[in-house]
């Protein structure tokens, strides 16, 4: 079992910053690769960004340039930085951690307001 600890959600403004954080907790299995997906109410979760261990980066084209994801294997943790927040990246954002499976984070929320 791998437990992620997310942070660093809230409200902010349009065109405002946030960074969120996810470490994983306590694994003894080496990480693929970790990342971060979001759910909007009434949509389906969807990709953001992911990062290789390696620091091979995959972003969704809506936030291309404007997030930025990165890690630090040393201590198990990815960020997300997000600039340029616009209200549709209202949603809640899950931590994504695969080792010998996925595992998910309990979700930070996200709101940009107008």
């Known amino acids: 079992q791998v437990q992620l600890v997310e942070s660093g959600g809230g409200l902010v403004q349009v065109g405002g910053s946030l960074r969120l954080s996810c470490a994983a907790a306590a694994t003894v299995f080496s990480i693929n690769h970790m990342g971060w997906y979001r759910q909007a109410p009434g949509k389906q979760r969807e990709l953001v960004a992911t990062?290789?261990?390696?620091?091979?980066?995959n972003y969704a084209d809506s936030v291309r340039g404007r997030f930025t994801i990165s890690i630090d294997n040393s201590k198990n943790t990815v960020y997300l930085q997000m600039n340029s927040l616009k209200p549709e990246d209202t949603a809640v954002y899950y931590c994504?951690?695969?080792?010998?499976?996925?595992?998910w984070g309990q979700g930070t929320q996200v709101t940009v307001s107008s």
């Open positions: 990062i290789t261990t390696g620091g091979r980066t």
């Open positions: 994504n951690c695969v080792v010998y499976r996925e595992f």
